[in-house]
């Protein structure tokens, strides 16, 4: 079965340095998502991507991140700077239609990366 | 202000027995209406979806929801718990209203399972 996999599901890294966590989406997908879980609380929406570019970013999205497709498999998120607050588990998403509200689409979720600022 | 409540945090059964894991959600627009479920270590499984078809949805491993407009609701049962029910379930919602592709997460129910 296909599936969207994440890379590292662990790391740790300073306060200041920059991170960039990757992942595979499914194949035949046009859109990619990420979303992020703080500790404790809801899973939010950070940003939306097709076509090689942003379709829409969430209020937590600022200029600290970037998101791109490198290649014709990987979709990164890039964290520049990070924050103690940027902990969290990050979350990676596919879809092979943005039409979630179509039947026959949803969204594949990644297992997550856990992300610790130290 | 568009909202997903899970009213329990945790949820513990026996095996063998129903579950019910309760979410309401706030809207002034049509929702299309999610559960995920995660077990440890593993990425967010869609259990099912309403996207204004019948009202009950059936979904994998067993479990069903039902969309009740009147209430706001869209609670997830199982009539008999199994050990491997054993999770963390997340009720989702989407708003026609918004950009296509953007979830709304409630903040989770972690459901446990006793011999």
């Known amino acids: 079965e296909p599936e969207v996999t994440q890379t590292p599901s662990h790391q740790v890294t300073q306060m200041g340095q920059e991170v960039i966590l990757r992942c595979v989406p499914i194949?035949?997908?046009?859109?990619f998502y990420w979303y992020r879980q703080i500790l404790g609380q809801k899973v939010e929406f950070l940003v939306s991507f097709y076509n090689n570019e942003i379709s829409e970013k969430s209020e937590i999205f600022d200029d600290q991140f970037s998101v791109e497709r490198p290649d014709g498999s990987n979709f990164t998120l890039k964290i520049r700077s990070t924050k103690l607050e940027d902990s969290a588990m990050y979350f990676c998403?596919?879809?092979?239609?943005?039409?979630?509200?179509?039947?026959?689409?949803?969204?594949?979720f990644g297992q997550g990366t856990r992300l610790t600022v130290v | 202000a568009q909202s997903v409540t899970q009213l329990d945090s945790h949820v513990s059964v026996s095996e063998g027995t129903p579950v019910l894991l309760r979410c309401n959600y706030s809207s002034s627009y049509s929702p299309s209406l999610f559960w995920y479920v995660q077990h440890p270590n593993k990425g967010l499984q869609l259990l099912l979806k309403?996207?204004?078809?019948?009202?009950l949805v059936k979904g994998i491993n067993g479990f069903e929801a039902e969309f009740k407009k009147s209430e706001t609701s869209f609670h997830l049962t199982k009539p008999s718990a199994h050990m491997s029910d054993a999770a963390e379930y997340f009720c989702?919602?989407?708003?026609?209203?918004?950009?296509?592709?953007?979830?709304?997460f409630g903040r989770g129910t972690q459901l446990t399972v006793w011999p």
């Open positions: 998403a596919s879809s092979e239609w943005a039409g979630i509200n179509d039947m026959n689409t949803e969204a594949f």
């Open positions: 309403y996207t204004s078809a019948a009202t």
């Open positions: 989702v919602v989407s708003w026609r209203g918004s950009t296509l592709g953007r979830l709304y």
């Open positions: 194949s035949n997908h046009l859109y």
